[in-house]
């Protein structure tokens, strides 16, 4: 399985209005059909540039289906957030891939 990784620094000045926009966005995203899960977590560590971070992490359903989300959904989403928060947002992308994973069972 791939996670799709969406790491954004937030400019204070919008970050209500960001944080309300990116809830509506994730199920856009997740309504491609190419992810079955999202998660939304806020980055602890203090940047430097200021402004708060966050990552969304999508997993997808195979390499497949993330690469027709690249060719067929990602453009038109990304473009959504650039036009309505332009300079006031910074984001980058990276893929994992998971080897394995892990739970405790407390018996």
Do not use: C
Request: glycine share 4%; hydrophobic share 40%; aromatic share 12%.
């Amino acid at each position: 399985m791939i996670i799709y990784n969406e790491t954004l620094n937030i400019d204070e000045s919008i970050h209500s209005e960001w944080l309300i926009w990116i809830k509506e966005h994730i199920p856009k995203v997740l309504g491609t059909g190419k992810f079955e899960k999202a998660t939304l977590t806020q980055v602890l560590v203090e940047e430097d540039m200021g402004g708060v971070t966050y990552s969304v992490q999508y997993r997808s359903y195979s390499r497949e289906a993330l690469d027709a989300f690249y060719r067929e959904d990602a453009d038109r989403l990304q473009q959504e957030g650039l036009k309505k928060f332009a300079d006031k947002m910074l984001a980058f992308r990276t893929e994992l891939e998971i080897v394995d994973e892990y739970t405790v069972n407390f018996k």
